[in-house]
């Protein structure tokens, strides 16, 4: 099991930038892909954005494509979100999360995961 622990929500305008941080420990975390996943109040957890082991290939739904950037930096056992031109409708709470298995479908499904931080606030006003 790998322990995550995401920080960096808050409360932004719209338009307005942030950036979540998740921290990993407990597994080998650079040997696996890493997921964002958001949920808002009432609806489903949902997938954001997803990255592979070693950073080179990256995945986002269509609603947050060329507004957030998911990277990662091994050495620090991180992974993070940078979240620009937000959207009222990208208030929610944003959770990272470690596949089951060493890889996950495109786009992935949150049952694929099983590891998950406590989540961080993203809320943005009108």
């Known amino acids: 099991q790998v322990q995550l622990v995401e920080s960096g929500g808050g409360l932004v305008q719209a338009g307005g930038s942030l950036r979540l941080s998740c921290a990993a420990s407990g597994r080998t975390f650079r040997r696996y892909a890493m997921g964002w996943f958001r949920q808002a109040p009432g609806k489903e957890r949902e997938y954001v954005a997803a990255i592979s082991w070693n950073g080179r290939n990256t995945y986002y739904a269509d609603s947050v494509r060329g507004r957030f950037t998911i990277s990662r930096d091994n050495a620090k056992n991180a992974v993070y979100l940078q979240m620009n031109s937000l959207k009222p409708e990208d208030t929610a709470v944003y959770y990272c999360?470690?596949?089951?298995?060493?890889?996950?479908?495109?786009?992935?499904?949150?049952?694929?995961?099983?590891?998950w931080g406590q989540g961080t606030q993203v809320t943005v006003s009108s």
């Open positions: 999360a470690a596949p089951i298995g060493d890889s996950f479908a495109v786009p992935p499904s949150p049952t694929e995961f099983g590891s």
